[in-house]
T-cell receptor, first 114, second 118 residues
Framework: DVKVTQSSRYLVKRTGEKVFLECVQD?????MFWYRQDPGLGLRLIYF???????EKGDIPEGYSVSREKKERFSLILESASTNQTSMYLC?????????????FGEGSRLTVL | AQKVTQAQTEISVVEKEDVTLDCVYE???????LFWYKQPPSGELVFLIR??????QNEISGRYSWNFQKSTSSFNFTITASQVVDSAVYFC???????????????FGTGTKLQVIP
């Protein structure tokens, strides 16, 4: 079975702190994605990556950065957390470079910024 | 730009009723894929179905069926004889290959929360 693992299920951070959200997939998938999920707004794409060291901005990249040094790991970084970044963060991966690949999701990381 | 609209925010039905979840999408591409995902109360999104833009055949899988109509840019999902276990948030998604590089960008709708009442 494909497994996408997010390092932390729940985090509480203070405004201004640097936050790392880690995601690891074990199926040699090419593509990895970070979304945030908020009530009434659905899933919004923050960043995605289609290869090691390659990244693309999604629809709401402001305030975030990402790192993909190894194929299996995709990290989301909040350089200086703010209260409006309180959200559920979902990592996903897909196998195929083309658009056909279904996404496999992790369990999510719920971040609260105080 | 890609856009997916799920106009129904919440739906409640009584068990055994049929229910249809609507999805309308926008894209300039001729090649794309449409998906439905289910997010049960436990939280993890699960893939249900994929459709490519060249295949407008409807699909049935048990109590689930999907109706894809390019003419109206819709990809609707029907659950027949709903059950309590169908209670979840359902997301429609649009996937396109970007910039001729082949890499995938997936855009989700805002989701429809379905509550099936026993």
């Amino acid at each position: 079975d494909v497994k996408v693992t997010q390092s932390s299920r729940y985090l509480v951070k203070r405004t201004g702190e640097k936050v790392f959200l880690e995601c690891v997939q074990d199926m040699d998938h090419e593509n990895m994605f970070w979304y945030r999920q908020d009530p009434g707004l659905g899933l919004r794409l923050i960043y995605f990556s289609y290869d090691v060291k390659m990244k693309e901005k999604g629809d709401i990249p402001e305030g975030y950065s990402v790192s993909r040094e190894k194929k299996e790991r995709f990290s989301l970084i909040l350089e200086s957390a703010s209260t409006n970044q309180t959200s559920m963060y979902l990592c996903a991966s897909s196998l195929e470079k083309e658009a056909a690949g279904e996404l496999f999701f992790g369990e999510g990381s719920r971040l609260t910024v105080l | 730009a890609q856009k997916v609209t799920q106009a129904q925010t919440e739906i409640s039905v009584v068990e055994k009723e049929d229910v249809t979840l609507d999805c309308v999408y926008e894209t300039r591409d001729t090649t794309y894929y449409l998906f439905w995902y289910k997010q049960p109360p436990s939280g993890e999104l699960v893939f249900l179905i994929r459709r490519n833009s060249f295949d407008e055949q409807n699909e049935i899988s048990g109590r689930y069926s999907w109706n894809f109509q390019k003419s109206t840019s819709s990809f609707n999902f029907t659950i027949t004889a709903s059950q309590v276990v169908d209670s979840a948030v359902y997301f429609c998604a649009l996937s396109e290959a970007m910039n001729s590089g082949g890499y995938q960008k997936v855009t989700f709708g805002t989701g429809t929360k379905l509550q099936v009442i026993p």
